[in-house]
Nanobody, 118 residues
Framework: QVQLVESGGGLVQAGGSLRLSCAAS????????MGWYRQAPGKERELVAA???????NYADSVKGRFTISRDNAKNTVYLEMNSLKPEDTAVYYC????????????WGQGTQVTVSS
């Protein structure tokens, strides 16, 4: 059973920064791509960033240039550095391993809440 624990969320003013962490047990991050998702109230969950096993990065247009995804395979942890935060970034953020074609593999965790105030 894969356990995913997201942390690092909080309340921040517009223009601020946060660094989210996702720690996993039961599955090695190194053998899968990893993705960060978010779900805002009343909206569908969307993929905002992904990092492939080869190291290539992909971002949603809405966060490109502001968010950075990275991974530490030794710690089995993936990170999402968020800069220049906007109120529209407010959402619950989730992580999940991805198939080679970018589809989520595991069960969804509880996520971590990010709230950006203006």
């Amino acid at each position: 059973q894969v356990q995913l624990v997201e942390s690092g969320g909080g309340l921040v003013q517009a223009g601020g920064s946060l660094r989210l962490s996702c720690a996993a047990s039961g599955r090695r991050f190194s053998i899968n791509a990893m993705g960060w998702y978010r779900q805002a109230p009343g909206k569908e969950r969307e993929l905002v960033a992904a990092i492939k096993i080869g190291g290539s990065l992909n971002y949603a247009d809405s966060v490109k240039g502001r968010f950075t995804i990275s991974r530490d395979n030794a710690k089995n942890t993936v990170y999402l550095e968020m800069n220049s935060l906007k109120p529209e970034d407010t959402a619950v953020y989730y992580c999940n391993p991805l198939t080679p074609f970018g589809l989520p593999i595991g069960s969804w965790g509880q996520g971590t809440q990010v709230t950006v105030s203006s």
